[in-house]
């Protein structure tokens, strides 16, 4: 079992940045894959960014390339979502995920554990 609960939401300006995190507890989390994802209104939940524990490797969907950067933090077993140059069209509730796969992947079906999300609101 693992518990999730992710901080750092907020309303920000066209431009700015945010950094989410996501703390983690619960059993063997270092062997899980984290995710990031993300739900507007009246629109299904996306991919964002996600992070292998094992390799290391990240992987980003194609609308945040170069503006976000996920991170982790095994010792305090914590990942970030470093968010630069938001744009309006990044508002959303963001979500943390963890699932035991090797790699990561970007269906949400397939992340056993959420958290209950987190606001993220840029103004224009």
């Known amino acids: 079992q693992v518990q999730l609960v992710e901080s750092g939401g907020g309303l920000v300006q066209a431009g700015g940045s945010l950094r989410l995190s996501c703390s983690a507890s619960g059993r063997a989390f270092n062997t899980y894959t984290m995710g990031w994802f993300r739900q507007a209104p009246g629109k299904e939940r996306e991919f964002v960014a996600g992070i292998s524990w094992r390799s290391g490797n990240t992987y980003y969907a194609d609308s945040v390339k170069g503006r976000f950067t996920i991170s982790r933090d095994n010792a305090k077993t914590r990942v970030n979502l470093q968010m630069n140059s938001l744009k309006p069209e990044d508002t959303a509730v963001y979500y943390c995920?963890?699932?035991?796969?090797?790699?990561?992947?970007?269906?949400?079906?397939?992340?056993?554990?959420w958290g209950h999300g987190t606001q993220v609101t840029v103004s224009s």
């Open positions: 995920a963890a699932g035991f796969m090797a790699v990561v992947v970007v269906d949400s079906a397939e992340y056993e554990y």
